[in-house]
């Protein structure tokens, strides 16, 4: 990581890119651009445009989430006759809202009534879109599904760690910006130790030192001290005013230590992830929003509450055998190809005909799961009392995480909170209660960071537990390195009429990304398959 | 497949061995039932009657796949299906206690008991879970 360079001066990327932009115009510009790695942040190319399916040709899709309603709006566009066998009685899967008035029953028979006022909703699924990600912008665009800004990241927002500062939640800002000023300083000594003279030459160290006061906020002794310079940043004890009294006061920073014991250098390297950076999206209305839209561009195409049980490719042809829920009758369905989008904990348990290799792959990924609770409260008082707009406090106990809703900012009446967003064993626990008892339980929690506020403004809750979501009995497919080796490029690849698709068959694992690239992918080789039969 | 026909034989054999096992407290909660209680009961139900949606949970209440601890300390430890691996995420005496506990509950009432030396030879190796 040395940074002594060679004495080369080789120009820098921008000014080559510059130079190649002048000569050869934009396309040969992005050309470079995406050789040089830049650019590079999705895979996705642009609506697939199949065409020429031969006449009468046929696809069968099985699952009416993103992945397989993508398949049959490009499917049918390429010229083949599509349709569409879902188990729940709407279109979406896993991107989801609950509403008020929607009843939703887990596994185990347990029923909740979503008592939200109308606007609200509870994203049990998918709740936000990094801006790299260009297959679900695209077609939110196409279908007409209005976005507005997800807030990932807020600075007003609190961090709790039961042992950090007594128990008592404090500002993301505060501790964010102590922790940068803590480390420029431990930096900056480290190079006035001679820590850093193998690593860096005279010059460098200096030039280092500079950054790191203007990173840090250092004082001119290089430490971070208490001042109005890091109050810039941290904030002041009184903020700058009008008037008489409008001279700030500064504020004191937090001891190193504690910043430590808060474990606050994990919770910055959350948002700093590329799936958390600024931009993020979300639907105007709940992320069901997506799932609805894409739903009617399939209208009609729809069968609902089908359950597969039987999936045949003898004859030259794919039947899928299904349970009408709705009447108990046995019914089956026929067409030249499918694209099967069933989640694998489910197509693992029904019969398919198809290659030992795929089989084995289905079976061998496990699924992870989550639970989420969406609490109602009666005032945004997180808004009114506390100036948070969104963005996500976090807490290091099982329910990891509390949000606020990013739309409908600083509007008057109830809003929903993000009460839990469970994570490893936390999750089994929480699933494991009853649905009241897990909104009790996100209660007492939650409390934590609104004492005297949030227990005494909720109005009412629902809890959704991935493993007991009787669509796909977990969250996500949840791959691991050997098992990717294994298994990865047999479960993607056609067998022989049948090619399966989802987040499953992707690396962008449980984001609706995910779902649509391996969707546009899998068509494009089935319909390369069906022209060469 | 020797090997646990003659484990049962020494059970069937030397009931004795089986005594203190079965004699424990009665108000003493079982080991594994906390296990139960925090980890299986989130897809296997409360009353471990399993459910079923467009696939199936298995019901571990009256389950004769329980007779032999070594299925069991198998699916535990590997996985099956949308069923992680949760060897690594719980101990080998946690695993042995839950297995212990639901071989001896809900309807089952086989006898035994359910070592964490049965699940280090019986067990699949601890494997990663890398992603989500």
């Known amino acids: 990581m040395a940074l002594i360079d060679t004495g080369v001066q080789a120009p820098t990327r921008r000014e080559l890119l510059h130079a190649i932009g002048v000569m050869g115009g934009a396309s040969l510009l992005y050309q470079a651009m995406e050789s040089m790695g830049h650019a590079a942040e999705s895979q996705f190319k642009g609506p697939p445009n199949l065409q020429g399916a031969r006449p009468g040709a046929s696809v069968l ?24 066998l879902e188990y729940n009685n709407r279109p979406g899967g896993r991107n989801w809202s609950l509403y008020g008035g929607d009843t939703y029953t887990e596994l185990g028979g347990a029923v909740q009534q979503v008592g939200f006022a109308k606007g609200n909703y509870l994203n049990p699924g998918a709740w936000r879109i990094p801006y790299h990600h260009r297959t679900i912008l695209h077609y939110c665009k196409a279908f007409g599904v209005a976005l507005e800004p997800f807030m990932q990241l807020n600075h007003q927002a609190l961090v709790h760690n039961s042992k950090a500062f007594g128990g008592k939640p404090q500002r993301y800002r505060e501790l964010a910006a102590d922790w940068d000023g803590n480390v420029a300083e431990l930096l900056a000594k480290a190079i006035d130790n001679k820590g850093l ?96 839209a894409f739903g009617k561009q399939v209208e009609g195409l729809i069968r609902y509450g089908a359950k597969v049980t039987k999936i045949d490719q003898s004859g030259g042809a794919v039947t899928a055998t299904y349970t009408d829920i709705a009447s108990g009758e046995t019914r089956t369905a026929k067409a030249d190809y499918c694209v099967c989008t069933i989640p694998l904990g489910i197509l693992s348990q029904i019969e398919v005909d198809a290659s030992p290799g795929l089989l084995a792959a289905i079976a061998a990924v496990p699924y992870s799961n989550s639970v989420k609770v969406g609490l109602e409260m009666k005032t945004r008082f997180w808004e009114d009392d506390e100036a948070i707009y969104g963005g996500i406090s976090y807490t290091d106990q099982p329910i990891a995480q509390i ?23 936390a999750s089994y626990k929480f699933a494991g209660m009853a649905p009241e008892e897990r909104v009790r339980t996100a209660l007492e929690m939650g409390a934590v960071f609104h004492p005297g506020r949030y227990k005494e403004q909720f109005s009412n809750g629902v809890a959704v537990a991935w ?67 | 497949m020797i090997k646990t026909l003659l484990r049962c034989l020494v059970l069937v054999a030397v009931p004795a061995l089986c005594a203190p096992a079965i004699a424990a407290e009665p108000a003493a909660p079982h080991p594994g039932e906390k296990v139960y209680r925090e980890v299986c009961q989130a897809c296997h139900m409360a009353n471990a009657k399993g459910a079923e949606g467009a696939g199936r949970i298995t019901a571990l209440a009256g389950n004769s796949n329980l007779a032999y601890p070594e299925y069991p300390i198998s699916i ?57």
Request: glycine share 14%; aromatic share 8%.
């Open chain 1, 197 to 292: 003279d193998s690593e860096l030459r005279a010059e460098d160290r200096d030039r280092l030192k500079e950054a790191l006061r203007d990173w840090g906020l250092l004082d001119k002794n290089m430490r971070y001290s208490k001042g109005l310079r890091s109050s810039r940043r941290r904030g002041y004890d009184r903020p700058l005013g009008g008037g008489v009294d409008a001279e700030p006061i500064a504020s004191t920073p937090f001891a190193f230590g504690d910043l430590l014991d808060a474990r606050i250098g994990g919770i910055v390297a959350q948002h700093m992830e590329n799936q958390h950076q600024t931009t993020m999206f979300q639907p105007v209305g709940g992320m069901g929003m997506i799932g609805k």
């Open chain 1, 403 to 425: 949000s606020y809703p990013s739309g409908g900012l600083h509007s008057a009446g109830p809003g929903v909170i993000l009460g839990a967003y469970t994570f490893g064993p």
């Open chain 1, 467 to 533: 493993s007991r979501v009787p669509f796909t009995l977990g969250c996500c497919a949840q791959w691991n390195e050997a098992t990717r080796k294994e298994h990865y490029q047999t479960l993607c690849a056609v067998d022989d009429r049948i090619v399966l698709a989802g987040e499953h068959a992707s690396y962008v694992g449980c984001w609706m990304e995910g779902a649509l690239l391996s969707s546009l992918d899998a068509i494009t080789r089935l319909h390369t398959r069906a022209l060469e039969a």
């Open chain 1, 61 to 84: 899709v099985l699952g009416a989430g993103l992945a397989g309603m993508l398949a049959a709006i490009e499917l049918r566009k390429a010229g083949y006759k599509v349709e569409i």
């Open chain 2, 76 to 132: 535990v430890t590997g996985g099956k299906g949308a069923m992680p691996w949760f060897r690594g995420q719980l101990s080998d005496q946690q695993i042995a206690d839950v297995i212990g506990y639901v071989r001896t509950h809900f309807g089952n009432k086989y006898k035994g008991k359910v070592t964490a030396a049965m699940v280090v030879e019986n067990g699949a190796p601890v494997q990663l879970r890398d992603e989500r």
